[in-house]
């Protein structure tokens, strides 16, 4: 799909009507292609250029852009520096700060000194400063995988797609109803089917006309555009919102809108903000437990439901999931609607979020689901506290099958990597005793690795030096290690650190 800002459509005659690029538009879908390919190894930026005087001969700019978004996403653009950016930076503004840079002589001085530091010449350190930003990155490659006849395809698709975005309500028939209705039961649309003279159509509505756009249903009807337009014989009318004027979208199959075999570019991942929120902040959590997007169709009665997500818990060689549903503001049939799957909802354990709007968390409760009440955003902490019960019985499970004493065959072995060993988290291993090993950080060591290790390790050595021998013996929490063998790091600015004996009372 393609951003709004990048919509061509004519309103001539109160309709809506996509402006497809035709045959005669692939020598520029070709030329824009060039482009990218020809400047493959260059920086971001030059690209950006060469596509600005490019749109400057094209008959409409917004095709120009339109090729190159679809392009862009096929791309890989590397950041390319003798010196990794942030060190770079870290390294002037320290030797800027020693200096007191005022004039250009004095900026000069600094960056010779910060690339001294980082034994590379001044003018390498002062290419590396900014080489992370997006438009001095360098295109690493470009995997397009259309001729210019087929991004044409894939262009005419997406405006088609994005045309949908500000629909009401959809309305389609094809030639293979069956795939078309388990389309719209799948991306979870309220719809009906009707009768019409040449036979019968589903409706999709969307809560627009009801109380607020809403993005979520937008990309819904995108989506569902392809499989409509994979069939022969198919027919597509939308009611459009545009900007508050209500018009009207017809796509059929003698529209250039044509479904490629692959995969679209850029489906839609997330069916709404909240759910996006919720999955990226889950993630940054480096929790035991996976978040599946969309996982598999649940039984509830005479239907089925997916919910918006599951839960995997890691650990373990025993499968437990937790499925996961975001239960947002819809009218008050939808509410019911809702309820009345989750009351039939087959045997599993489900969490659901609920707006605190709706009123109805005791509701689900009662139907012994777990609930966390939300408004606007979910709280990541809640989800993360409902899901500790499973953990904490999953955990009090799996340690009850380990002895009270754990003597691993190695000298040195991390908790992690032990914990994985036996199939538990690691909270499992961690009560445990360990009459063989010491455990320095989150790491068991036998006391002769230590005392060998402490033999080679003085006071006066370099940091790197220390970290070296360290690594003999698979020690890699350093600071952990100096520490038990009562040492500390005495820091240089950027440029290292030295092991020094740890004060009284440092150890």
Do not use: C
């Not at 019968?200 to 569902?224: K, M, Q």
């Amino acid at each position: 799909m393609l951003t709004k800002d990048l919509l061509r459509v004519s309103r001539a005659g109160g309709g809506y009507h996509p402006q497809f690029a035709d045959p005669e538009h692939e020598a520029l879908a070709a030329r824009v292609l060039g482009v990218y390919q020809g400047h493959v190894g260059e920086q971001w930026g030059d690209l950006q250029d060469a596509l600005a005087e490019l749109e400057a001969d094209a008959p409409d700019f917004k095709l120009v852009r339109g090729f190159a978004k679809l392009l862009e996403r096929e791309t890989t653009l590397e950041t390319r520096a003798p010196v990794e950016p942030e060190r770079a930076r870290r390294a002037a503004f320290a030797a800027a700060e020693r200096v007191g840079v005022v004039t250009t002589a004095e900026r000069d001085e600094a960056l010779a000194r910060a690339a001294a530091d980082r034994g590379v010449a001044p003018e390498a350190l002062a290419r590396s400063l900014y080489a992370d930003l997006e438009d001095r990155q360098v295109l690493a490659s470009v995997d397009a995988p259309w001729s210019p006849a087929e991004l044409v395809a894939q262009y005419n698709l997406s405006l088609a797609q994005t045309a949908l975005f500000d629909a009401t309500e959809v309305r389609a028939r094809s030639s293979d109803p069956k795939a078309l209705v388990s389309a719209v039961k799948r991306l979870r649309l309220m719809y009906e089917i009707r009768r019409t003279d040449d036979g019968r159509e589903v409706v999709v509505t969307g809560p627009d006309a009801l109380f607020r756009r809403s993005r979520r249903y937008g990309t819904r009807f995108a989506r569902l555009l392809r499989t409509v337009a994979k069939t022969d014989d198919w027919r597509l009318s939308a009611t459009i919102d545009d900007r508050g004027t209500e018009r009207e979208l017809v796509l059929t199959d003698e529209d250039p809108v044509r479904v490629p075999g692959t995969e679209p570019v850029a489906e839609v991942e997330f069916d709404s903000q909240v759910e996006r929120d919720v999955a990226t902040r889950f993630e940054s959590l480096g929790l035991d437990w996976d978040i599946v997007r969309e996982p598999e169709p649940l039984a509830t009665g005479s239907r089925v439901m997916i919910p918006d997500f599951a839960f995997d818990w890691l650990p373990g060689d025993d499968e437990f999931r937790v499925y996961f549903e975001v239960m947002g503001f819809w009218t008050p049939e939808y509410v019911a609607k809702k309820l009345a799957q989750l009351d039939d909802l087959e045997d599993v354990e489900m969490l659901v979020a609920v707006d605190e709007s709706l009123g109805v968390g005791e509701d689900i409760a009662a139907m012994d689901h777990r609930v966390v009440t939300y408004s606007e955003r979910v709280r990541v902490k809640a989800v993360r506290d409902a899901l500790r019960r499973y953990e904490d019985e999953l955990v009090a499970a799996a340690a009850s099958g380990l002895p009270d004493e754990l003597v691993p065959d190695d000298d040195v072995v991390t908790l992690s990597a032990l914990a994985n060993r036996h199939g538990v988290s690691e909270s499992a291993v961690e009560g445990k005793s360990f009459p063989e090993h010491e455990r320095v950080g989150r790491t068991l060591v036998r006391p002769s690795v230590l005392d060998a290790v402490g033999e080679r390790v003085e006071a006066g050595m370099d940091l790197d030096e220390a970290e070296a021998v360290l690594d003999e013996f698979g020690l890699d929490d350093a600071s952990a290690t100096l520490s038990r063998l009562g040492y500390r790091v005495e820091w240089a600015g950027l440029g290292g650190g030295t092991v020094r004996e740890a004060d009284a009372g440092e150890e």
